[in-house]
């Protein structure tokens, strides 16, 4: 055990406000893991839910363990000595349950490497009654959970504040004692997924059939929170070690009523559900008290109907508002006036398709125009940097979209032109692009991603086209990375080897290589629409609505 890490945790824990300690004295322990590291973990306002949701309990003990920085996990392997919970500075395998939530499937790769540092076998066919349970969630896992189903011993399916309540009702039950008796019971109750139930045979890439046994239902229900306003989602712990630390976070709403056709967002936490105003003004009075500035948070913070007043609330209150981006056809100039107020120099937006063509197949909703006079609006009101969401590699997309993208960038760089010469000061457009990443449970989930070399030809193109125009700078998310999170997602459960094998190894690209079946198969391939997937056990989205949506997107 390391004294340099225990003084780390405690150094940490003395810089928090919010949390409050609790002693063991014979109550269920869970430990509560983030796949990545405390800065991240801690910025996710689900990971903090869930640990204060099970505190909350008085017969629950929740802590907190994260994957350890550069200079930790050096500390750890030279001494040996087990991963460590953030509280106590106990091992992580010393507590009954282990909970992983998991956000983002890149967080994958790194599930091994906590699991070798805690000293426990990543598989959970290799673990035994010593062993702590283990269980994940988060949206990564209801979206597909297979890539890590041989890790878990159970996997939660929707929202937690829905799942959790009947889940420790089942522990206090019975325990976990008997844990086939226990995963058998737990596999009754709706969102509850034991991947030891179900057996899956497979074609080459193909799942050629899926069956359960020992009573576990043949599809798992996602569950999901009925009334958000029973239980406001905002910043429980406040520590500076984040990228919010000026901040207090809350949820205004949950999903998205859009029904974008990439985007898993405005499906998987259908139906949409807003917070009442009165409940958001509790909270903020609440956070006020803590921070100076509220951040907003939702993937459609700006479609909430009451948005505006909440913002004049805020502001009228002496506080600021912070949102990370903004509808393009919900702008108004008050609310602009409320976010320039708040110190915003800069506002995100996100047309998402270069061209019209592109904005009708994802279902935008989006015309040029709107997108000038969103742009226009921001700079009458004096906000003149802009940043700007894109995605290439959408289905069916040629290089006269790429044109028609970059056409468009150079008139909104006309109008930031014009008006930073008339302010006599700078204006800047940021590009932020990305590949697109077919996910589960949409409408494009049967597309296949197009291939790296012809997304690295895009964005070069891109990049030539903007490199020659001044206050214009392109961001992207690199096509390799893009590809690995394209296998995370639409792969089986057969990649719980490749993670095995990318931490043995170092790094996934040489795992890629070696692993059988073809990777590439899994991200790039177009698959049938009445072709079994890995994820068509859980029942979640209107099937039927997914596939009219793709049919209609492509005119079939």
């Not at 590009?431 to 049967?446: D, E, I, R, Y």
Request: proline share 5%; charged share 25%; aromatic share 8%.
């Amino acid at each position: 055990m390391s004294w340099k890490i225990i003084e780390k945790h405690r150094q940490i824990l003395a810089g928090e406000e919010g949390a409050a300690p609790k002693r063991r004295g014979g109550k269920l322990t869970v430990c509560l893991v983030y796949p990545n590291r405390y800065a991240v973990a801690m910025s996710n306002l689900g990971f903090q839910t869930v640990h204060a949701l099970l505190n909350a309990e008085s017969d629950v003990l929740c802590e907190r363990a994260f994957l350890p920085d550069a200079d930790e996990l050096r500390e750890y392997r030279k001494t040996g000595g087990p991963l460590l919970t953030l509280e106590s500075q106990h091992p992580f395998s010393s507590f009954d349950l282990v909970a992983f939530s998991v956000s983002f499937e890149s967080d994958y790769l790194n599930i091994p490497t906590i699991f070798d540092l805690a000293g426990i076998p990543a598989r959970s066919a290799d673990r035994g009654g010593s062993h702590p349970l283990v269980m994940g969630g988060g949206a990564a896992l209801f979206l597909n959970p297979e890539p890590v189903a041989d890790f878990m011993d159970l996997v939660c399916i929707g929202e937690g504040e829905a799942i959790i309540p009947g889940l420790l009702g089942l522990l206090r039950g019975g325990g976990l004692h008997d844990r086939e008796s226990f995963l058998a019971e737990a596999a009754r109750l709706p969102g509850i997924y034991v991947p030891s139930l179900y057996g899956v045979e497979y074609d080459g890439v193909r799942i050629a059939g899926r069956a359960a046994r020992g009573g576990a239902p043949e599809r798992v229900r996602r569950l999901w929170m009925a009334s958000p306003d029973e239980r406001p989602t905002v910043s429980e712990i406040l520590t500076p070690g984040t990228e919010f630390s000026d901040m207090y976070l809350i949820e205004v709403s949950r999903g998205c009523p859009r029904g974008c056709r990439f985007c898993a967002a405005g499906f998987i936490y259908l139906p949409y559900r807003q917070r009442s105003l009165e409940v958001l003004k509790e909270e903020v009075a609440r956070g006020l008290s803590k921070r100076h500035k509220i951040g907003l948070v939702g993937a459609a913070v700006s479609d909430h109907r009451e948005i505006g007043e909440l913002c004049r609330f805020i502001r009228d209150a002496g506080g600021k508002v912070s949102v990370s981006s903004l509808r393009v056809d919900r702008l108004d100039g008050e609310m602009i006036e409320v976010l320039k107020a708040s110190g915003h120099k800069t506002v995100a937006l996100a047309p998402e398709g270069g061209s019209q063509r592109m904005r009708d197949l994802i279902n935008k909703n989006l015309s040029e125009e709107q997108i000038l006079a969103a742009c226009g609006l921001l700079i009458d009101h004096d906000i003149l940097n802009l940043k700007l969401y894109f995605i290439i590699g959408l289905p069916t997309e040629t290089m006269e979209d790429l044109e028609e993208m970059a056409v468009l960038v150079g008139k909104i760089r006309v109008r930031v032109i014009a008006a930073a010469k008339k302010n006599k000061r700078l204006g800047e457009i940021i590009l932020s692009v990305n590949p697109f990443v077919p996910k589960p449970f949409t409408p494009f989930q049967w597309c296949g991603m197009e291939e790296t070399a012809s997304l690295e030809k895009k964005l070069k193109y891109l990049q030539q086209a903007v490199g020659m125009l001044s206050n214009v700078r392109l961001q992207s998310e690199s096509p390799k990375d893009a590809w690995l999170q394209a296998l995370l997602s639409r792969g089986d459960r057969r990649l719980s080897s490749f993670l095995l094998q990318a931490a043995e190894l170092g790094g996934w690209k040489r795992a890629a290589r070696e692993f059988d079946p073809d990777p590439h198969q899994f991200v790039h391939r177009t698959i049938p629409l009445d072709e079994r997937l890995p994820w068509d056990f859980i029942e979640s989205v209107d099937e039927g609505r997914l596939v009219r949506e793709s049919r209609r997107a492509f005119g079939v």
